[in-house]
């Protein structure tokens, strides 16, 4: 049919994670839980560091950018999902819908460059760390953070510009609890070839380079780790550095499968569990993992607990 017939559409409905309005209740809970440990584990973080003078190292550095990220990441989307499991027209305008895409793609791409620039700093701290101070200097930290929001920034920027130049018509249902890019490229009218090169290439290169950089600084800190003697020392860092990494892999997997797989290819339930893992789990997680294990954020917590106590 030509197009000039076909009713343009204004806005998409979100079918989400479930129609069963019983299905939704349930879900509307686990997705309140885990937004309120999300924000508050990474609010709690983020005053800890900022509140603790032996907090303010690069590592700690990047924690609170990271769990800043992950505060905007999550909010990008759930509290649409959450709105969207109580009402029943579960609708979203169309640039409502690419502004939230813009939004996912800016934390995501913020967030995946952050966690490289923690990854060189333990390797800095582990492998080379008569160095360290030389290379992870208060100017580098700022740079490194602020090139992470600005690189996030063109990539999201970068695929909206070619997703504005789109025509939506006739058919307006997205699979999905959210404005993704991948679900928005199947309801297109026009070819979206050149918008699957634009995406396929900038999330190549993208995710390629940093998460080979990232893992060239776990590969470092392992052979340095195996050389270590104490068995206990061997043990608590090889633990430590495996859990991140371990979060980053499914970051990065779950993310790069979503986004470079055909728009013509479509996973149903799998797209949506991907999402669930890199924007609503790791949000959750990044705090947890990355700082509330942590003996010297434990010590701070409980700092600032007491003074807390004291003033009452």
Same mark, same amino acid.
């Given at each position: 049919m030509p197009m000039k017939n076909q009713t343009t559409v204004t806005e998409f409905i979100l079918l989400g994670l479930s129609s069963d309005p019983h299905m939704q209740i349930f879900l509307f809970l686990v997705f309140v839980v885990i937004y309120l440990i999300t924000l508050g584990g990474n609010i709690v973080i983020m005053v800890v560091i900022r509140a603790d003078s032996h907090l303010h190292t690069p590592m700690y550095f990047f924690i609170f950018h990271l769990s800043f990220v992950d505060i905007c990441y999550s909010s990008v989307a759930v509290p649409n999902v959450l709105r969207n499991f109580l009402v029943e027209h579960k609708t979203i305008s169309v640039y409502g819908c690419i502004a939230q895409m813009f939004f996912i793609l800016l934390s995501g791409g913020a967030e995946i460059l952050i966690l490289s620039a923690m990854a060189y700093d333990r390797y800095a701290a582990i492998c080379d760390p008569l160095r360290y101070i030389e290379r992870m200097s208060k100017g580098i930290c700022v740079l490194l953070v602020s090139g992470a929001w600005t690189t996030g920034f063109f990539y999201a920027l970068l695929n909206t510009v070619f997703t504005l130049k789109l025509h939506f018509c006739g058919y307006n249902q997205i699979h999905h609890f959210s404005c993704e890019l991948p679900p928005l490229l199947q309801l297109s009218c026009p070819e979206t070839l050149t918008n699957q090169v634009v995406l396929l290439t900038s999330a190549v290169i993208f995710a390629s380079n940093y998460f080979l950089l990232t893992l060239i600084s776990y590969i470092h800190i392992i052979f340095t780790i195996l050389r270590i003697r104490s068995v206990e020392g061997r043990h608590k860092v090889f633990f430590t550095c495996s859990s991140h990494l371990i979060v980053v892999a499914l970051l990065y997997v779950t993310g790069f499968l979503q986004y !470079?797989? *055909?728009?013509?290819?479509?996973?149903?339930?799998?797209? =949506? &569990?991907?999402? &669930?893992? $890199?924007?609503? /789990? +790791? *949000? %959750? /997680? +990044? *705090? &947890?993992? $990355?700082?509330? @294990?942590? @003996? =010297?954020? @434990? !010590?701070?917590?409980?700092? %600032? /607990?007491?003074k807390l106590k004291f003033l009452k």
């Amino acid at each position: 049919m030509p197009m000039k017939n076909q009713t343009t559409v204004t806005e998409f409905i979100l079918l989400g994670l479930s129609s069963d309005p019983h299905m939704q209740i349930f879900l509307f809970l686990v997705f309140v839980v885990i937004y309120l440990i999300t924000l508050g584990g990474n609010i709690v973080i983020m005053v800890v560091i900022r509140a603790d003078s032996h907090l303010h190292t690069p590592m700690y550095f990047f924690i609170f950018h990271l769990s800043f990220v992950d505060i905007c990441y999550s909010s990008v989307a759930v509290p649409n999902v959450l709105r969207n499991f109580l009402v029943e027209h579960k609708t979203i305008s169309v640039y409502g819908c690419i502004a939230q895409m813009f939004f996912i793609l800016l934390s995501g791409g913020a967030e995946i460059l952050i966690l490289s620039a923690m990854a060189y700093d333990r390797y800095a701290a582990i492998c080379d760390p008569l160095r360290y101070i030389e290379r992870m200097s208060k100017g580098i930290c700022v740079l490194l953070v602020s090139g992470a929001w600005t690189t996030g920034f063109f990539y999201a920027l970068l695929n909206t510009v070619f997703t504005l130049k789109l025509h939506f018509c006739g058919y307006n249902q997205i699979h999905h609890f959210s404005c993704e890019l991948p679900p928005l490229l199947q309801l297109s009218c026009p070819e979206t070839l050149t918008n699957q090169v634009v995406l396929l290439t900038s999330a190549v290169i993208f995710a390629s380079n940093y998460f080979l950089l990232t893992l060239i600084s776990y590969i470092h800190i392992i052979f340095t780790i195996l050389r270590i003697r104490s068995v206990e020392g061997r043990h608590k860092v090889f633990f430590t550095c495996s859990s991140h990494l371990i979060v980053v892999a499914l970051l990065y997997v779950t993310g790069f499968l979503q986004y !470079t797989k *055909p728009s013509s290819v479509s996973s149903g339930v799998l797209d =949506e &569990i991907f999402s &669930i893992q $890199y924007s609503v /789990l +790791n *949000p %959750m /997680l +990044n *705090p &947890i993992i $990355y700082s509330l @294990k942590n @003996k =010297e954020v @434990k !010590t701070a917590l409980r700092k %600032m /607990l007491g003074k807390l106590k004291f003033l009452k």
